[in-house]
């Protein structure tokens, strides 16, 4: 992405964020006018795509388009090249200038250079209450077909023809639509030897820095993500940003995603300082470029409030927690997903405060939206018995938590595996209701297991192996008192 670009996303945000009202200009192709209504379209900006509502410009249908959403201000108007396909259709917006304004909105007209120039050749009254024109230059590989320098490969592999490669390129997309829908249901292996595939054509046609290259390898990331294989999914979250950050510019939302998804391994690592850095640069960007309405800035907010959380920062965590909650449930709606996720991290804020009765009622919540949107079986509505059942245990209601547990633990096994940290977690918070219990033998066996994962998926100095490690002690210390803990401990690791 040229510089131009970058500056063309910041006025955009200028816009979103800080313009009352006004006409906007943005030229740009078609393919990254679909680029831009994917971005906005989801927030607060209301899209009309002339290329879903065929027929040349009338003042009318945009009027009776816009006072029928009176809680919007920011309107973005699709495809206009397409509507002043006639010296009429111009004249009619060249006569409603004043209408448009009148209207006390903010209008963005998205257009393609060549309808630039029609419309300052035949709308120039128009063109005049134009505020500003933010030009978007093309990629530079724009089709695809013509890419076909390749490296060159062994004789004995097959080489595809000219016609072959659009087809190829189709099949590569399709696949990376059932991964998605894959990933949807939690069946993380098969969702990433669909990516496996999808990548290798896109890579054998594109090549290893082409821009649909960072779209692969973040989606495969985030599989990797969900299987707990962190190293993985650092790497290639990693490639997926140098390639966005040299084409698309730092300044760009899937930049931010970019940076936003590898803050989260690190999270996940126990990394929380360099997961911070870039939760920020993230939320910073979203906040310009897409404004604090949109859901990708409520992920923003409330994953930069889990690094708070980690380290203990509470109220920073729970400002920024309710704050992602607020833009959930206006913007998605109560039973969207996000929006149980939102409730639930706000829990995790009042357990930690000790707030056990808000915690619950939060947890329940969450609970009930994700056994509707997602099913019994899927690793969030796991992760909300797990976390109700942690209510429970700190509550000194063994028995409850114990069967919540144990819940969120068939399901993690059957989905995630039994070697995936948030299993471990499962394991280790199931031995701690076994030794309140006085089951010292049972919760020792859960211990260990929980032990050796977090050993080999986190490494000994991450947050969670410690924990383990130190109740590891005080369970075998009541179990057998007698023996050398560490010498146990060293034939338990070599088994």
Known sequence: MSESNQEGYRSLGWIINKSEQ?????????????????????????????????????????????TGLPETNIFMIANFQLA???????????????MLEGLGKNFIFLITPYGDDSLALGAYDFYSFVKLRIIFHSYPY???????????????????????LKQKLEEANDLINQSREKERK???FESE?????????????????HLEMAAVDNALGEVYRYQGKYGKAEELHKKSLQIRE???????????????????????????????ELYKKSLRISEQVLGEEHPDTATSYNNLAVVYERQGEYQKAEELYKKSLRISKRVL???HPDTAASYNNLAVVYVSQGEYQKAEELYEKSLQIRERALGEEHPDTAASYHNLAFVYESQGEYQKAGELYEKSLRIRERTLGEEHPSTATSYHNLARVYYAQRHYELALAYCMKAYKIFVSRLGCEHPRTIMARKNLEITYAKWNSEDNFEQWLKDKMNE
């Open 22 to 66: 006004g006409l906007f200009l943005v030229v740009a192709d078609e393919e990254i006018q679909k680029e831009l209504v994917e971005i906005y379209g989801q927030g607060t900006v209301e899209i009309y795509d002339y290329k879903q509502h065929l027929g040349e410009y009338s003042f009318r249908n945009l009027q009776e388009w816009v």
């Open 84 to 98: 002043l396909k006639s010296e009429d259709s111009l004249k009619r917006l060249n006569f409603s200038r004043d």
């Open 142 to 164: 724009e089709k695809k077909e013509e890419l076909r320098s390749m490296p060159d490969e062994p004789d004995n592999e097959k080489q595809w023809e000219p016609g072959e």
């Open 186 to 188: 939690a069946h993380y």
């Open 193 to 209: 030897k669909l990516l496996l595939k999808a990548r290798a054509i896109k890579e054998k046609i594109l090549g290893a820095e």
């Open 246 to 276: 040299r084409v698309l510019g730092e300044e760009h939302p899937d930049t931010a995603t970019s940076y936003n998804n590898l803050a989260i391994v690190y999270e996940r690592q126990g990394n929380y300082q360099k997961a911070e």
């Open 333 to 335: 709606g109560e039973e």
